[in-house]
Structure formats: structure tokens, C-alpha cells
């Protein structure tokens, strides 16, 4: 007979919770996780299989712990004057957060975001044992420098998540806000950068601000310009202190030889890997273009995807789509859906599927 979770001496607090998730269907046109749906350029792919065969030759002894030569090559990449005790990194940055949230939360802890955002932040709080608040945003899903720190005032939370720019919506959010955020907060403040090469060319990056503030770090993740989403690279930036806090919890060898020597290939290669991302943004804003013109409301979009209002029924356009033969994200805000901006052809298979369900309806 086959148990159940009852079955199980569960932890209360995670009873009748449910895994993060979000539909792997096998459709031509896959546009609903925020993937980079351009491959790894076949040249940098054959270098990054070079170096794995490399690291292969000494797998069956344990990687570096320190994983020194990608941290490096994550503070070159970076700039801003970092060096590599200021860097760490994990399978992913879910798993940095993780390590931020068994570091600086835990029970008896809060951790906080402005909601709507990404959806991993409350299950990592109540993984880690953690309370998850949600703060409030306007009608836009902004938030001014002042109206951020009241409410951080307010709930005085050990551990901030701010994301920038923000997922689902794709907001952007200022520094201003940060800095705000940051002065009136006793606890660490964390900036997801996860879709920072997306942004526009002259903002600037909360790295800026990482300088006299010791419990301030910026995470970023390989998957999203990197096209490196299967590899699970993530890292975040901070001050040398914050990193060896982490390294208080993380498990030991948690970054495999292969993973490290995949990850210092490809950020050798940045600038052939970042190339496809002007073209991502390209066909971001043609995707907003098009859906005003089909009467939809885009929102603002920083971020590799854009995400749609004035959808009478969600359910049923997201349903339609998939139908045609495409997977787009219903993120539960009512009457919105998100898209993830992929190739010109996906681009135009998603439009042209939303024109003929608009015609149809």
C-alpha cells in the first residue's frame, strides 16, 4: 500500500503545501518559464564541453570548495572594483537565496517582498523554516522610496527581497528605492538581478550601491542571458563578511567540478553569450507593441518577458494557446497573463495564436 504525505511525520508547517511548479508540457512553442529559448552558440558549446572533459579527468576527486577561478571570473564579469571574496555562487540562485534564507532567517524569522513577486520567495521563507510578509505595491506594481520603507518600518523583517526588476510584472524598481529600503531596515537586504541584462543600457545596477553596506547583496543567475538555465549557475555579490556567513550553511563541495568548469567557460565567452540578448529585448518590445494594438494592456517590462492585462478570461485564452501549440504563464493576477519574449518565430507563432484566438472569441 502506497503512503500518503498524512502518512509521514511531515513538519506541520509545510502540511498541505504544494511544490513549486510550473507546466513542462511538450509544445512546439514553450514560452511560460522565462527561459533564454535561444541555444548556446555552437562555437562557445564545444569550447564549454572542452573544458568539462577537462575537469573530467579528476572527478573522481572533490571540486574546489572555494570554487576560487568562477568567482573570479564572476567579479571580472561583474566589474564595479569586485573581487572574488566578495562573490559566491550556487546550483542556481534559488539555491543562493536558500543559503541566504538558513543564514539570516529560520524560525521565529520574517523574511519580506513586495507582492505581487517571484513566487519562490514565500516557498524558500517556509522551507527554511522562515514567516514570508508581503508588502504592498501600487495599481502599476511601483513603489515610491518612502512608501517601501514604511512598510519595511512596519514589519521590521529580518531578511528584504527586492526584485529588480521585478517577476512576474517585469517593473522596473529605482535605487532609490533600495538605498530607502536599506536605511530603514535592521536586517539584509537582498537585490535579485535575475533579468538585469534585459534592462536598458544606461541603469544602473545596485552593485553600484554595494560599498559601506555591509548587509546589502545583489544576486544574479546564469540562466536567463546566459542561456544557461539547465547548467543551475547562480551568484549574488556582498561584502566579504556576507559571504562567510553563508559559507556557515552551504553543504560541503556544493558546486560539482563539471558545473564550475561549465560556468568559467561561458563567462569567458560573455560577450558571444550576451549577443542574443539584444535580440531578446528586440522581440520583448515587439511583443508589447502588438499586443496594445490587439487592445491587451502590456506592462512596462525590464525583464526577458512581458506580462498582459485586459484578459477577460485568463483560463480560457491560456488554454486556447496552448491548443495552438503555445505555453505561456498564468501567474495567478487577475485577468493578466505573462509571455516569455523567444526566437523571431516563436515571437511571431505567439502572436499570431493570440490573433486568431482574439478573432475566435
Known amino acids: 500500500m502506497t503512503a500518503s504525505l498524512d502518512d509521514l511525520p511531515l513538519r506541520d508547517d509545510l502540511r498541505g503545501l504544494t511544490p513549486y511548479g510550473a507546466p513542462q508540457a511538450p509544445l512546439p512553442v514553450a514560452l511560460n518559464v522565462n527561459e533564454n529559448t535561444h541555444p548556446v552558440p555552437d562555437a562557445v558549446a564545444s569550447e564549454i564541453l572542452d573544458d568539462i572533459a577537462v575537469a573530467l579527468r579528476d572527478v573522481n576527486r572533490y571540486p574546489d570548495r572555494e570554487f576560487t577561478a568562477l568567482r573570479e571570473a564572476f567579479a571580472g564579469y561583474l566589474g564595479h572594483g569586485l573581487d572574488a571574496a566578495q562573490i559566491w555562487a550556487g546550483n542556481g540562485s534559488n539555491e543562493v537565496l536558500q543559503h541566504i534564507m538558513q543564514a539570516f532567517g529560520g524560525p521565529g524569522r520574517t523574511v519580506f517582498g513586495f507582492?505581487?513577486?517571484?513566487?519562490?520567495?514565500?516557498?524558500?521563507?517556509?522551507?527554511?523554516?522562515?514567516?514570508w510578509v508581503a508588502g504592498e505595491r501600487r495599481d502599476d506594481y511601483t513603489i515610491t522610496p518612502e512608501e517601501a520603507a514604511a512598510q519595511v518600518e512596519l514589519h521590521d523583517p529580518d531578511i528584504v527581497l527586492l526584485c529588480r526588476p521585478n517577476n512576474p510584472t517585469g517593473t522596473p524598481l529605482g535605487l532609490?528605492?533600495?538605498?530607502?529600503?536599506?536605511?530603514?531596515?535592521?536586517?539584509?537586504?537582498?537585490?535579485?538581478?535575475?533579468?538585469?541584462?534585459?534592462?536598458?543600457?544606461?541603469?544602473?545596477s545596485a552593485l553600484s550601491l554595494l560599498e559601506g553596506r555591509p548587509r546589502l547583496a545583489i544576486s544574479r543567475t546564469m540562466s536567463k542571458a546566459f542561456a544557461f538555465a539547465g547548467a543551475r549557475v547562480g551568484y549574488l555579490a556582498a561584502d566579504p563578511a556576507f559571504i562567510d556567513a553563508l559559507r556557515l550553511v552551504r553543504l560541503p563541495y556544493h558546486l560539482s567540478a563539471l558545473t564550475q568548469a561549465a560556468a568559467v567557460a561561458a563567462l569567458r565567452n560573455a560577450d558571444t553569450m550576451l549577443g542574443m540578448v539584444d535580440e531578446i529585448v528586440q522581440q520583448r518590445d515587439r511583443i508589447t507593441?502588438?499586443?496594445?494594438?490587439?487592445?491587451?494592456?502590456?506592462?512596462?517590462?525590464?525583464?526577458?518577458?512581458?506580462?498582459?492585462?485586459?484578459?477577460?478570461?485568463?483560463?480560457?485564452?491560456?488554454?486556447?494557446?496552448?491548443?495552438?501549440?503555445?505555453?505561456?504563464?498564468?501567474?495567478?493576477?487577475?485577468?493578466?497573463?505573462?509571455?516569455?519574449?523567444?526566437?523571431e518565430a516563436e515571437t511571431t507563432a505567439f502572436l499570431d495564436a493570440l490573433a486568431s484566438v482574439e478573432s475566435a472569441s
Open 289 to 343: 507593441a502588438t499586443l496594445e494594438a490587439l487592445g491587451y494592456r502590456p506592462r512596462e517590462s525590464w525583464s526577458n518577458f512581458v506580462l498582459f492585462g485586459g484578459v477577460e478570461h485568463p483560463r480560457a485564452t491560456f488554454q486556447a494557446l496552448y491548443d495552438r501549440g503555445v505555453l505561456v504563464r498564468d501567474v495567478g493576477i487577475p485577468n493578466h497573463l505573462r509571455v516569455t519574449a523567444g526566437t
Open 176 to 204: 532609490d528605492v533600495v538605498e530607502a529600503v536599506y536605511a530603514a531596515s535592521r536586517g539584509v537586504v537582498v537585490v535579485d538581478e535575475a533579468y538585469w541584462e534585459f534592462a536598458p543600457r544606461d541603469a544602473v
Open 115 to 131: 507582492g505581487p513577486t517571484y513566487s519562490m520567495y514565500p516557498l524558500l521563507a517556509q522551507g527554511t523554516g522562515a514567516r
